[in-house]
């Protein structure tokens, strides 16, 4: 997930994503040397070849998109054959770090932008520059930097956010609240407008005998949704990226962002979660709000195809309110997963040709059509009225605004793990919130003061 994206007009300019070769014995040339010369974007005249493509499209909306995207494809270059290995986002975090160690590695891959993941296997050499590729395609004038940049890294995979080009995505995202209409209605409630009026909610469905809000948090990165929302209310969205991209300039040691951790804990305590929440789940969770069991939902827009399938015109989505109605909309969000091209790959032609085919404007029609957000010509899509006109608004609203915020994540190569087990840890009351941002600071620091 990725960092600060610009205005809707910006972002219907889109942003692509990279896929697929198959595996093969020979070592292809060094990736970072490959002249734009030798690129070959005629794909029926490469052969037959297999690709091998990891992704993790396995929810309902996301893999009919993928499938259907993968037949068509299919349909069109038939001497390309696609093997497609799904899994799910964390099962593929847990795997792809040693099969691209591996001699025999798949062709595809998408990889998460942070630096844990793609900056790791950028430093590693593990996956191809895609700038050549993106020369000959026209990415880079389909696709504005502010776009390109959350797939970017230097050479050393020290610099995330510049440098060469190492993948591409399908998706915009942004983390907002879902919400069930027929409860809020039931509650005598409106979508509240401001901050205040969205933890009078709180209390009310609470009152009222309802979960208030799901959380599943067994996985430990759903909260770190949850306190970027919460974060984003106060901490000025310009500390947010400095701090989100792991660069000098920024602290956790604030007192706005100890406001944040101090307000999350205050929802534990006040029983705004589920019970159990730490211990469930992040799919049980969103199963359980669809299920009705749940006023509100903090997550992200992938979530969309799925949550109307169950809940239909009961479902609503809006970006998280502000100190007032009138305020500029801050929300955490960017890009989905980037598909690369790993080094390895005997046939990177191929690979880039799927990768241009599923990111094209005719991908995107489909995208839309399966209740997925497209990264590009968002304006230019026709959705009905109901929950997925609510997520494409919302959208570009913000980015219309410059209201995007990076994933915390994308910190350090460590800080996944950092903020989610101490988000445990803090929403267990095991730590304090000075204990919890003392945790997240020194990571931090460390990492920034290093980089150089």
Known sequence: MNPPLRALTVLAAGALTLAACAPGSSAPPSPAATPQSSVRTDAP???????TVWDQEVRGGQAAQMKQLNDAFQAKYPNIKLNRVSRSFDDLNTTLRLALSGNEPPDVVEANNGRSSMGAFVKAGQLRPLDAYAEAYGWKKRYPQSVLRYSSYSPDGKVFGEGNLYGLPQVGEVVGVFYNKAKLTKLGLQPPKTWAEFEAALAKAKTAGEVPMQLGNLDKWPAIHVFGTVQGRGVPKDQISTLAFGRKGASWNTPENTKAAEEIVGWVDKGYFNKGFNGQGYDPAWQAFGKGQGVFLIAGTWLLADLQKALGKDLGFMLPPGATADAPPV????????????????HPDAAAAYIDFITGADAMKVLTATGNLPVADTAQQSVPAGPQQDVFTAFGTVTAKDGLVPYLDYATPTFADTLGAALQDLLAKKQSPQEFLATLEKDYKTFAESNG
């Open 45 to 51: 005249s490469l052969g037959n070849v297999t690709l």
């Open 331 to 346: 929300a955490t969000g960017g890009t989905g997963l980037p598909f690369a091209i790993t080094a390895k790959s005997p």
